[in-house]
Every structure is written in C-alpha cells, then in structure tokens.
C-alpha cells in the first residue's frame, strides 16, 4: 500500500475544501512503484474560483459596518457589557480568520507542485527502507491509516462539541445575534481546521521515518555488542571470512541511514514549503482568538452577577478558545518531537561500538555524526520563526500583554463614558 493510497480518505475531504488538487492514477507499467498523482484543470479551476470568492467576500466583510455590530457578546439592546472595544476585537478575529482561510486556499493552489514533489521523495523513502532495512511498510502504512482515522474523529468531535456548545450558550441569552456572526465563522474554522489535520499528518510522517531510522541504529549498536560478546566468549579462534560479514553489513546499515536522513531533511524542507504561510497564518490567527476570548472572559467576570447565564457565558468563551489553542499546543508538541529525534538518533550514534582499526567504519561515523550536526531539523512558520514548544511561551507572553493593553483601553473607556453621563 502507497502512502498516497493509505491517505485517500483524507485527500477526498481536502478535494472538497479546496486544499488537495491531485487526483490518484493506477501506475503506468514502465512505474509500477506506487501510485502516480495526476493533474486535474478541473480542481484547479474548481480552486482558483473559491479563491476568488472567499477573498473578495474577505475585502468585501472590511467595509460593511454592520459586520462589528455582530459580536460574539452582541446584543440589539443596550447592553452595558459591550462597549466599542469589544465590538472591534470580534471583528478583528473575525476577519484574521478569513485572512487565514484564504491564506489556506492560496498556498494549497501555489505549493501543489511542492505537493507532488513531498510524496514522491516519500516514495523514494519508503522504497530504500523496504529494500536496504527489509522495513515493512505495508503493515506500517496500514497502522498510519487507522491511526490518522482515529485522530480524525477525534478531532471531529471536539470541533462539534466545541461549537455546540457554544451555540447553546450563546443563544440562551436574551437579545444576541451570535448565529449570524456564528455562520459567518463557522466555514473558514472548519477549513482551518482540516488544514491544521494535514499539517499534523505531514508531520507525523516524518516522524515515523525517523523512528525507524533510531530503529536500525539501535538495532546495530546490540548487534555489534551480540557480535563482540561472541567473539570474546565462544569463538577464540574465529574464522577469516566470518569476521568480514558482519562488519560489511554494519557498515552497509550505517550507509543506508545515512542516505535516508539526508532524504528526510530533504522531506522537511519541502514540508516547511507546503504548510509555512499556513502555519505562520493560522497560529497569528489563533492568537488573535485566544487575545479576543480572554479579554470577554474578563468582562463576563467584570460584570458577572454569579447567575448561571453569566458562568455559562464565561464557560463558552474559553470553550471558543479551546479549538484554537489545542491546534497550537498539538502542532507545538508534534513539530518539537519530530524535531527531536533527530536529536535521539545522533545521541545513538555516539553509542556505536567504535572499531579503531577500521578507518572506513570510523570516517563514515564521523561524516554521518557532522551531518547531523548541520543538518538539523526544523520546522518553519515560513521562515519567521521556527515551530517548537517555544511557542508556547511565545504566545502566552505575548497574549497576556495585549490582554494587559485591552484591559486598560476598557478602563478609559468606562471612566470616559461615565464621566459623559455626569455631565
């Protein structure tokens, strides 16, 4: 089974939301390696005109007024908790989520070449470790499907209990308009959202590679002490050409890893060049998200009167904030780890057993060692900043010292309205 073959269902779903535009061929009998990605004029044009409209609808939604008088807290009335800046602050995570909606749609239709090129170095990939590591990928292509299905419905699920919830919420209390504000962010969320489950899936590919190139390198360091412990202990008088073979072999092992990683490196590259501008707009836009729920939780609290209506409607503004910072804490961890085990494998290196009269042996350990030196992994947010669990604090620093900025904007402008009134 094909990587492309064992993501089909995925694929299917991203054709529909304008974020795949291959189709899937049988392969030709001169390639009988896989499956083929064929071009589609009828998705691409399918793509370019979604695009279209969705940032014309985009440009058109930053001139409508009426769009800020439809907040999350949004009421018909005169609701003292919405002032002017909470108006501004919904509408500005509104329009970042449709910034990054497009964003999604633009980079899928430029980058599908780089799409096509990702999947065909993991073909040549997955073909060396079949052949030189005798890996077997059908059984870990099937896993990777029943894993990704499972993460799928997962994921699924807590988007529709998210929004579920808060719909509930926001429609128990009197006078709100939420629904309309609700549908209109409803569409660009959910394609968000698939575009964050392919980056997710990209990643995990990658990571499963390096976990079988950490394989091999474990399984040569016991080899290599199995050998020694044999040699010492059960064969003090060891023939010529038994001592040769298992040296060949190690060294053969050690070659194929190595020719890997450099394709792997490769692989993440043409990764950061599929998903950078989505990553760099999505986590922006999330924390747009983040920054605009916390600051209603703090007006809920501000002007909660202990009800159950005032404790639900806190309770739905960190519910509408959970899809966005699960996306960013899962995508942190994920890129970190994978990140990691490039670490992993040169800690794993060093511990080869080191033969000092093979010069071969020891100059392929020591070119093998600086390459992952210089080649580190990283993922990249289109080159602005590199995606690790860093982030995280990244955005915590930075959320808390606009939530601080927002506060005190709400502060003048109470102490400013109340001081028009006593006039």
């Known amino acids: 089974m094909d990587t492309l073959k064992a993501l089909e269902p995925l694929h299917r779903v991203c054709r529909v939301c304008n974020l795949w535009h291959w189709h899937l061929a049988p392969p030709s009998p001169p390639d009988t390696d896989g499956i083929l990605l064929r071009r589609s004029r009828w998705l691409e044009l399918y793509g370019w005109s979604v695009l279209a409209a969705a940032t014309a609808y985009t440009a058109y939604g930053l001139f409508q007024d009426s769009s800020i008088q439809v907040a999350v807290g949004g009421s018909d009335g005169g609701d003292t908790s919405i002032t002017s800046i909470g108006h501004t602050v919904d509408f500005i995570q509104l329009v970042g989520m449709r910034v990054a909606h497009v964003a999604a749609l633009l980079e899928a239709l430029w980058q599908r070449r780089v799409q096509r090129d990702f999947y065909a170095e993991l073909g040549e990939i997955d073909r060396q470790l079949a052949k030189a590591l005798r890996v077997d990928t059908e059984g870990r292509l099937l896993q990777m499907r029943r894993q990704t299905a499972r993460s799928a419905m997962w994921m699924l699920w807590g988007y529709a209990l998210s929004q579920s919830l808060i719909l509930g919420a926001k429609l128990l209390a009197p006078g709100h308009q939420f629904p309309v504000y609700w549908i209109y962010y409803l569409l660009p969320l959910l394609v968000c959202g698939l575009r964050y489950f392919q980056i997710f899936t990209a990643v995990q590919i990658v990571r499963r590679r390096l976990d079988v190139l950490l394989l091999a390198l474990q399984q040569l360091q016991l080899s290599q ?197 006593r006039e």
């Open 225 to 421: 002490k199995s050998t020694e412990a044999a040699t010492i202990g059960e064969r003090a008088d060891p023939k010529p050409e038994d001592c040769g073979d298992p040296d060949q072999a190690a060294m053969e092992r050690l070659m194929t890893v190595r020719v890997v990683y450099q394709r792997v490196w490769a692989l993440v590259a043409l990764l950061n060049r599929c998903y950078g501008l989505s990553m760099l707009m999505q986590v922006g836009n999330d924390f747009l998200a983040i920054t605009s729920n916390c600051y209603w939780m703090f007006l809920n609290f501000r002007q909660s009167a202990a009800s159950a209506l005032d404790i639900l409607q806190i309770v739905a503004s960190a519910v509408w904030s959970a899809p966005h910072l699960g996306n960013v804490l899962v995508l942190s961890l994920l890129c970190d780890r994978t990140a990691q085990c490039a670490t992993r494998l040169a800690l794993s290196l060093h511990q080869v057993s080191v033969d000092l009269r093979n010069d071969s042996h020891n100059a392929l350990i020591t070119q093998f060692s600086l390459q992952l030196l210089h080649q580190r992994l990283h993922f990249s947010a289109a080159g602005f900043f590199n995606v690790d669990c860093t982030l995280l604090y990244t955005i915590v620093g930075a959320t808390t010292t606009y939530l601080i900025i927002l506060i005190q904007f709400h502060m003048s402008e109470s102490s400013n309205g109340s001081g028009s009134n």
